[in-house]
């Protein structure tokens, strides 16, 4: 059993479950002129998002200036802040207004040619652009089937599972028993999400180079490639600021299909960084990408950690 909520977390999710469902009535550009207000605000007050996408930033783009990487940086927040507000759009608003703005389909023939060859599709999905918008494009055209792990206000869950299993997608736990549904999917020739860009739990992942410093990279992909002999694509929903979005399928590095872990890991992470150079400001930079590197360094990894395989 779950445990149970404090009165605060309760009231918080209502309060964000009932705001997702006034935006869910806006359209695309009217959310974005309302980023266009909050992220400013979000980059001059939140201290934590502010400094974790500079050093970020900094990190990887060491030749920008200092003042680029801060119009950078604020350019970021209000793309997050969008993408927050896109949510109850996303997942509550009428199928055929998100469908409409999807202006732009760019590298289906990807999946098209492995689904003709009999071969399933693992959708590498970073954290850019709007991956919600991806999800209802995926969910509304083929069978598909992405991991979930409820979030951290339970009030919140049955919103969220709704919204991204309303086109037909199939929610799996961040467990064997989801590995196992991943694989069958694959199996089946269905296409499957995973999230390239998080850190995975000690004993998941490896080291590998993300922008020429090492980040702890899941090891997942190889596993479900070496037993199934799927395609690997990159995809993202870019946004179209005032306008709507442009789903993008790119072609995976070639290093992803490597029986070495270390070297797929390496192709994932480059994988990650082709979509970044669509528009850099579009990457949610806010996340602690390298937290491991500096635990490990620290000498503090927990390494009985539950392993996921």
């Given at each position: 059993m779950?445990?149970?909520?404090?009165?605060?977390?309760?009231?918080q999710?209502?309060?964000i479950?009932?705001?997702?469902?006034?935006l869910?009535?806006?359209?695309?550009?009217?959310?974005w002129?309302?980023?266009r207000?909050?992220?400013?605000?979000v980059?001059?007050f939140?201290?934590?998002?502010r400094?974790v996408?500079?050093?970020?930033?900094?990190?990887?783009y060491?030749d920008?200036?200092a003042?680029?990487?801060?119009?950078?940086?604020?350019q970021?927040l209000?793309?997050?802040t969008?993408?927050?507000l896109?949510?109850?759009?996303?997942w509550?608003?009428?199928?055929?207004r998100v469908?409409g703005s999807?202006?732009?389909i760019?590298?289906?023939?990807?999946l098209?040619?492995?689904?003709?060859?009999g071969?399933?599709v693992?959708v590498?999905?970073?954290?850019?652009?709007?991956w919600?918008v991806?999800n209802?494009?995926?969910?509304?055209h083929?069978?598909?089937?992405?991991?979930y792990?409820p979030?951290?206000i339970?009030e919140?869950d049955p919103?969220?599972?709704?919204?991204r299993e309303?086109?037909g997608?199939?929610?799996v736990?961040?467990n064997?028993?989801?590995?196992?549904?991943?694989l069958?999917?694959?199996k089946r020739?269905?296409?499957?999400?995973i999230?390239?860009?998080?850190?995975?739990?000690?004993g998941?992942?490896v080291?590998?180079?993300f922008?020429?410093?090492l980040a702890?990279?899941?090891t997942?992909?190889p596993?479900?490639?070496?037993?199934?002999?799927?395609?690997?694509?990159?995809?993202?929903a870019?946004?179209?600021?005032?306008r709507?979005?442009?789903?993008?399928?790119?072609?995976?590095?070639?290093?992803v299909?490597?029986?070495d872990e270390?070297?797929s890991a390496?192709?994932v992470n480059?994988?990650?960084?082709?979509?970044?150079?669509?528009?850099p400001a579009q990457?949610?930079?806010e996340?602690k990408?390298?937290r491991?590197?500096?635990?490990?360094q620290?000498?503090?990894?927990?390494?009985?950690?539950y392993?996921l395989?």
């Amino acid at each position: 059993m779950s445990e149970p909520q404090p009165p605060t977390a309760t009231v918080q999710g209502r309060a964000i479950a009932m705001l997702w469902h006034i935006l869910a009535r806006y359209r695309p550009a009217m959310l974005w002129r309302l980023a266009r207000i909050a992220g400013p605000l979000v980059h001059r007050f939140s201290r934590r998002e502010r400094e974790v996408t500079e050093t970020n930033l900094a990190e990887v783009y060491p030749d920008q200036g200092a003042t680029e990487r801060r119009r950078l940086a604020r350019q970021s927040l209000t793309h997050s802040t969008a993408t927050m507000l896109e949510l109850g759009f996303a997942w509550m608003g009428e199928p055929q207004r998100v469908e409409g703005s999807i202006l732009e389909i760019h590298g289906r023939e990807l999946l098209d040619e492995a689904r003709a060859e009999g071969r399933g599709v693992i959708v590498l999905a970073p954290h850019f652009g709007n991956w919600e918008v991806l999800n209802f494009w995926l969910s509304s055209h083929f069978p598909f089937t992405a991991m979930y792990e409820p979030p951290k206000i339970a009030e919140l869950d049955p919103v969220i599972r709704q919204g991204r299993e309303r086109m037909g997608a199939s929610l799996v736990p961040t467990n064997p028993r989801g590995v196992a549904a991943l694989l069958k999917a694959l199996k089946r020739s269905e296409a499957v999400g995973i999230l390239p860009d998080q850190e995975p739990d000690w004993g998941s992942g490896v080291f590998a180079p993300f922008y020429h410093r090492l980040a702890y990279t899941a090891t997942l992909l190889p596993k479900l490639v070496a037993r199934t002999d799927a395609r690997v694509v990159t995809g993202v929903a870019r946004r179209l600021p005032g306008r709507g979005f442009a789903i993008h399928f790119l072609a995976a590095d070639e290093r992803v299909y490597s029986t070495d872990e270390t070297q797929s890991a390496t192709g994932v992470n480059a994988c990650v960084e082709d979509a970044i150079a669509l528009d850099p400001a579009q990457y949610q930079w806010e996340y602690k990408r390298y937290r491991k590197v500096i635990e490990e360094q620290q000498g503090v990894p927990n390494h009985k950690t539950y392993r996921l395989y």
